[in-house]
C-alpha cells in the first residue's frame, strides 16, 4: 500500500509548482534556475546562473544595440501576399492576420537605421519568436532594401538572425530570397562597405545557408545551434553518429565557420570595436 500513500505527495508537489505565478519567475532551460523575470530581463534574457543566452524579441535586440531611441524603422508595412494561397491545416493568410493581431508587425524581421556608439549604422533583426524567424519574400525584400538603404548612405550593415530556414509557406519564393540576400550582401561588399553577421540560436536551413553566412565578421552567440540540415537528416543519410557538440556556434569557431563568440552583454562593445577597424573615416558622417 505504500504507493498509496506515496501518489499525494507527488500531486501536492506538482500544485505547489503551479502555484508559482505566471510573468513573476523564468526557469532557465539549460540549468532550471529559477529566477525573477525583471532580472532575467534586465540582463537581456541571459541566465545569471549558467549564462545561458535565451531567445530575444525583435525589439529587445534593437534596444541593445542602437543607442536609445535613435533607431528608425525601413519598410515596416511590407505584408506577404500569400502568392500560393498556402494551406497546411490553417490558411497561411490566417496565421500571418494573427500574428499581425498579436504583434503589429507584418513579418519577422526589423531593418532601420541607428546609432551604434554614435555611428551610423543599418541593422537588421531577424526575430525567431515570429513564425520561427523564417524567411519569405517580405524578409527577403527587406534585407535587400536594409542594404541598398544602407549604401547609398554609406552606412556598414549588421544582421542578427535567428531563424529555422526558409517559410516553407511560400514555397520557391521563399527558396530565391537566398540568392536575392547574397547578392544585396556582394553589391554592399562591391562597394568597399562592411557587413558583420550575428548568428543566435537558431540559425539554420535557408538563412545559414545565403547572408547570414556572408559577413566580413561572422559572430555567433554562446550554444548557437548553427547548421543546414538537421541532425538527424545527416545522421541518417551519411549513417555516422556525428559529434555531440555538431551545429553548435563552438564547434563551428573551431572549423572555421565563425570567427568569434561573444556573449549577449558584449555583443555592442564588440561590434563596435570591429566597425572602428572596418569603417573608413569618411563612412563615420552621419547619413545625408
Ligand atoms: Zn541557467
Known amino acids: 500500500m505504500g504507493w498509496l500513500s506515496r501518489e499525494p505527495a507527488r500531486l501536492q508537489e506538482s500544485s505547489e509548482k503551479k502555484a508559482i505565478p505566471s510573468g513573476v519567475w523564468e526557469k532557465c532551460p539549460s540549468c532550471n534556475e529559477i529566477v525573477l523575470t525583471t532580472d532575467f530581463e534586465e540582463n537581456h534574457r541571459v541566465c545569471p546562473s549558467c549564462g545561458f543566452h535565451s531567445r530575444l524579441p525583435g525589439e529587445e535586440r ?17 505584408s506577404s501576399t500569400d502568392p500560393l494561397e498556402f494551406n497546411d491545416g490553417r490558411s497561411y493568410h490566417d496565421r500571418l492576420k494573427t500574428l499581425w ?30 513564425m520561427g524567424g523564417s524567411m519569405g519574400t517580405v524578409v527577403g525584400e527587406r534585407i535587400r532594401r536594409l542594404f541598398a538603404r544602407a549604401r547609398s ?69 554562446p550554444r548557437a545551434t548553427i547548421g543546414f540540415a538537421g541532425r538527424r537528416v545527416i545522421e541518417t543519410t551519411i549513417r555516422q553518429k556525428l559529434p ?7 564547434f563551428l569557431l573551431n572549423h572555421g565557420m565563425v570567427d568569434r563568440i561573444v556573449k549577449r552583454q ?17 563612412d563615420l558622417t552621419q547619413p545625408k
Open 244 to 250: 555531440d557538440d555538431f551545429q553548435t556556434a563552438e
Open 101 to 130: 493581431k498579436k504583434t503589429k508587425r507584418y513579418d519577422a524581421i526589423i531593418t532601420g537605421a541607428g546609432l551604434l556608439e554614435g555611428r551610423p549604422v543599418g541593422l537588421g533583426v531577424l526575430d525567431f519568436t515570429w
Open 266 to 282: 558584449e555583443m555592442k562593445d564588440e561590434i563596435n570595436n570591429l566597425l572602428s577597424i572596418l569603417c573608413e573615416p569618411q
Open 153 to 221: 548612405h554609406r552606412m556598414p550593415v549588421i544582421m542578427v538572425s535567428s531563424s529555422g530556414g526558409a517559410r516553407m509557406h511560400e514555397g520557391l519564393l521563399s527558396l530565391m530570397q537566398m540568392a536575392k540576400t547574397c547578392a544585396a550582401v556582394a553589391q554592399h561588399r562591391d562597394a568597399g562597405l562592411p557587413f558583420i553577421s550575428v548568428m543566435c540560436d537558431p540559425t539554420t536551413g535557408g538563412v545559414a545557408a545565403s547572408y547570414a553566412m556572408l559577413g566580413d565578421i561572422n559572430l555567433a552567440e
Open 62 to 78: 534593437v534596444e541593445l544595440l542602437i543607442d536609445r531611441e535613435t533607431f528608425y524603422e525601413w519598410d515596416h508595412d511590407i
